[in-house]
């Protein structure tokens, strides 16, 4: 018995819809009309022009000087949700840009951008800065009417370079193959609650061909993104800010509303951008019942380290797990979508409820390998475009400045301390692949 979208939708209001998560039965986590490349009102066009710019104005170092001339414009113009999306795609970058361009971080926002990005990431429900939305979800467009990889773009980058516009076409390449996969994993949970095993395996089958294929795709960044561009051009304008041991940071950064405010100002801290806050992968976990119990920092320490380069605010509370701080900078439906996933029982709760079954097990054990193969296809790339990077720029320093005593005595060369998010990004991506192969045999 084949279970079909519309006896979905009987059985399950919730399957009529994805639609108030803002999530489609056919691109997923991606809008289903593709994002707009331009405001229409004439009011907003001083930020379209910069925006244009920005990779002349990064390279020329005048992003502070132009941001700062801009005048500050409110969103009453905006009347839909893809003019938002588009705004805070432009404000979110110049953010970014203004803090990261120059000889060294701005520790604050003028109001000419804290003013607007602030309405539009809360009409948004997402946090005012650059996110995985802001580079990728809200910022693509298609070339030519047959949509591939090489078709699609980045409508803003920070470099202007090839290497970033494919970096966007490969995570806008998974999200939409992913995408496929939703009306797959509303059949899963269907087939759980009907006990109808038989159509179960056949989906978990299908899940395991999809996954199979953004694994490829993954795979297919190396073809036109350097690690080289990538670690020194583009990567340090999605870094985060917040107190970490890492100097190059500013401590925290003030929204300024209004100069005459600027001492009373809070300061604020975030993470930056990263394919973690795909909500995507968390679909698949929640759905196979893979669960990460990884903390944002240990007893040690590592995993903290580990997203040095993102701005992790060193004293944050160790006690919020990974997957779900990283959840806070979705956009807000998409994080109400995997809360509602995770009320049904998972896959791996369900098979242990049923009489063994040898084909249930191989089916899901099959589809959990391809989560964790899919996992260590990351963890080679993050290997090729953070850590080599980061120890070759370790070992640069070293050649000219010689090793230090604090380096010496914390171990110079381990994988865990090198900083900048290279250093103990591995043991947090392993852990995350260990814990889900541990699942796999139920
Ligand atoms: C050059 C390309 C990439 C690099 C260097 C990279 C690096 C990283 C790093 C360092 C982390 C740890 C958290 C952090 O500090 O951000 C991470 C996590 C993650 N990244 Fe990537 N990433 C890349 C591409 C992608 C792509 C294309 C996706 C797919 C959309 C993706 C999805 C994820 C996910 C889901 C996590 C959470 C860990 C997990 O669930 O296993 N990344 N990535």
Redesign the pocket.
């Known amino acids: 018995m084949k279970i079909q979208v519309a006896r979905l939708v009987k059985l399950f209001p919730f399957h009529r819809a994805p639609r108030p998560y803002q999530v489609s039965l056919e691109t997923g986590f991606l809008p289903t009309k593709t994002p707009l490349d331009r405001l229409s009102s004439v009011k907003h066009a001083p930020w379209e022009n910069i925006f244009d710019q920005l990779p002349s104005l990064i390279s020329a170092s005048q992003v502070r000087a132009s941001i700062i001339a801009l005048p500050v414009l409110n969103c009453d113009e905006l009347a839909t949700v893809e003019e938002y999306r588009r705004a805070y795609a432009i404000l979110s970058l110049l953010t970014n840009a203004y803090i990261w361009n120059g000889p060294s971080p701005s520790d604050y926002l003028p109001p000419c951008i804290v003013v607007p990005l602030l309405e539009v990431a809360n009409v948004l429900h997402t946090k005012p800065l650059v996110t995985y939305a802001a580079i990728v979800l809200w910022n693509f467009r298609i070339r030519f009417h047959t949509p591939s990889t090489h078709n699609v773009e980045a409508l803003g980058t920070f470099t202007g370079s090839e290497d970033e516009s494919w970096?966007v076409a490969?995570?806008v390449a998974?999200?939409t193959q992913g995408g496929k996969c939703i009306a797959l994993l509303l059949k899963i949970i269907s087939a759980k609650e009907l006990k109808d095993d038989e159509s179960l395996f056949d989906y978990l089958e299908k899940l395991h061909q999809r996954l199979q294929q953004i694994q490829k795709t993954?795979l297919r960044?190396y073809e036109r993104?350097s690690p080289d561009v990538?670690y020194h051009r583009i990567r340090p304008y999605h870094a985060g800010f917040g107190g970490t041991s890492n100097k190059e940071l500013p401590k925290r950064v003030r929204y300024v509303k209004d100069f005459s405010e600027l001492g009373s100002t809070p300061c604020r801290q975030f993470i930056g951008g990263?394919?973690?806050q795909?909500t995507?992968?968390q679909c698949f976990d929640i759905i196979l019942g893979v669960q990460h119990v990884g903390l944002l920092s240990d007893t040690a320490g590592t995993i903290t380290r580990?997203?040095v380069?993102?701005g992790l605010p060193s004293d944050s509370n160790g006690d919020i797990g990974f997957q779900s701080r990283?959840r806070e900078y979705m956009p807000g439906p998409h994080k109400q979508f995997l809360k509602k996933l995770s009320e049904y029982p998972s896959v791996r709760g369900y098979l242990q409820t049923r009489p063994a079954n040898p084909s249930s097990t191989a089916a899901f054990s099959r589809t959990i390998a391809s989560v964790c193969a899919s996992?260590s296809a990351?963890i080679q790339?993050?290997t090729r475009?953070?850590i080599i990077p980061a120890r070759s720029e370790e070992r640069a320093k070293v050649q000219r400045n010689g090793i230090s005593n604090a380096q010496e005595k914390a171990g110079y060369g381990q994988e865990t301390i090198m900083g900048t998010?290279g250093t103990s990004?591995l043991p947090?991506?392993r852990r995350?692949?260990d814990e889900t192969s541990g699942v796999g045999t139920r």
């Open positions: 970096f490969i995570m998974i999200e993954l960044l993104c990538l990263s394919g973690a795909s995507l992968l580990s997203l380069g993102k990283m996992r990351h790339i993050a475009y953070i998010g990004t947090l991506l995350m692949r």
